[in-house]
């Protein structure tokens, strides 16, 4: 699986636009970009995956590049919830291997 | 939307005991639950897939006889953290595979910190 290099951490304004990005060059075209987040002490949480098209859903919107060499996950208006660990991950799915491997992640603070 | 629940949420056992963590998805059927560990202010760390009705594979580094893997049906996988010791002290979590590729998803429980005394 292509690795992923994602700022170790961050943090934004209550209300505003938060940009989470990460680079993933050595993708393969049949590997999906996914995001999840983990908030403190809970379990991971699903926000957005894709291929090579924008996505957006009611949490987030996930823009990938021309290129799929990089991605960037907005949070359009982030609240003090949205404080927790992202990660962004790569990932063929096969049927009979198909698992997520995490990394480091980037730690997002939102502050009041 | 797909609910995966652990039981217990937070357990302490001495050492030398063994405990045993329960994953159930609660409104789906999952053929393929993960098990995660993850220490303080680190990453998870994946320790083993499991298949309905099949031995559970484990990554490398594991081990398979110390963390034994049920899943005995399409609702409920279990771990059972054998002989603990301190050291096993972490965060467990599971995850289980809706869907069919590539448009499932994978949802997680909510975690079950274990202490080891």
């Known amino acids: 699986d292509a690795k992923t290099t994602q700022p170790p951490s961050m943090d934004c304004a209550e209300g505003r636009a938060a940009n989470l990005p990460c680079n993933h060059s050595?993708?393969?075209?049949?590997?999906?970009v996914y995001w999840y987040r983990q908030i403190h002490s809970q379990g991971p949480q699903y926000i957005i995956h894709?291929?090579?098209n924008n996505e957006t859903n009611e949490m987030a919107s996930l823009i990938i590049t021309e290129d799929r060499k990089s991605s960037t996950l907005i949070l359009p208006h982030a609240t003090l919830r949205d404080t927790a660990v992202y990660y962004c991950i790569v990932r063929v799915a096969p049927w009979s291997s198909y698992k997520l491997i995490f990394g480091s992640g980037t730690r997002l603070l939102v502050r009041p | 939307g797909a609910v995966v629940s652990q039981h217990p949420s937070r357990v302490i056992c001495k050492s030398g005991t063994s405990v045993k963590i329960e994953c159930r998805s609660l409104?789906?059927?999952?053929?393929?639950m993960f098990w995660y560990r993850q220490f303080p202010k680190q990453s998870l760390m994946l320790m083993a897939t499991?298949?309905?009705?099949?031995?559970?594979?484990?990554e490398q580094g594991v081990e398979k006889d110390k963390f034994l893997i049920n899943h005995a049906s399409l609702t409920l996988s279990t771990l059972t953290v054998t002989s603990a010791h301190p050291e096993d002290s972490s965060f467990y979590i599971c995850?289980?595979?809706?869907?069919?590729?590539?448009?499932?998803?994978?949802?997680f429980g909510p975690g079950t910190r274990l202490t080891v005394t």
């Open positions: 050595t993708i393969s075209g049949n590997e999906y």
């Open positions: 894709g291929l090579k």
């Open positions: 409104d789906f059927q999952a053929t393929t």
């Open positions: 995850s289980a595979r809706v869907g069919v590729l590539p448009l499932s998803e994978q949802y």
């Open positions: 499991s298949n309905e009705g099949s031995k559970a594979t484990y």
